[in-house]
């Protein structure tokens, strides 16, 4: 295991196996250090050198208990699937949010639809009441139209009655 951290850049994962490496005769053996010890498996040290990742030609002590390839296995399945998991969550919370915002903008159209639909009904009853005004006054018109007609009729009439009065 390394005893190096790298700040915000090291993570508990890189601690839990140590990179490939490789013996460097000028950097090798146990830690002359007693105290440096394995975190995980309290542990002497051994000095190693890194041939592979990120860490390449770099130094450090790793532990001396060999690590099995299946608990490494293991945990790189249970690290894959728990970063699934939180994707997949990550995923369903920006579904989420989008499915809300699009029900807030389908309440809002549904508001102004609900408005026209009352102004529409609003006028076409406007509408209609000054429709049946008018119908109403056009019956009014002809009954005097036709009282009209008659009054010229029965001026007709006595007219006539006053010409052959006037022609005897």
């Not at 994962?13 to 146990?30: H, M, Q, V, W, Y």
């Not at 001396?64 to 699937?81: G, H, N, R, S, Y």
Request: hydrophobic fraction near 30%; charged fraction near 40%; aromatic fraction near 6%.
């Amino acid at each position: 295991m390394p005893s190096w951290k790298d700040g915000e850049e090291s993570s508990k994962e890189e601690e839990l196996a140590n990179p490939g490496t490789t013996i460097d005769a000028s950097f090798c053996g146990r830690a002359a250090d007693a105290s440096i010890k394995c975190t995980l498996h309290l542990a002497p040290c051994m000095k190693y050198v890194a041939f592979e990742g990120k860490d390449t030609v770099r130094r450090f002590y790793g532990c001396v208990v060999p690590q099995k390839q299946m608990d490494v296995d293991k945990d790189m399945e249970k690290l894959a699937i728990s970063k699934e998991k939180e994707s997949a969550t990550f995923g369903k919370m920006k579904e989420m949010e989008k499915l809300a915002e699009e029900h807030k903008e389908l309440k809002c159209i549904l508001r102004s639809q609900g408005e026209i639909i009352r102004n529409t009904r609003k006028e076409r009853d406007e509408m209609q009441k000054e429709r049946d005004w008018q119908i109403e006054e056009k019956k009014k018109l002809e009954f005097l139209v036709g009282d009209l007609m008659k009054a010229g009729h029965g001026n007709k009439d006595k007219l006539a009655k006053i010409k052959s009065i006037l022609d005897e």
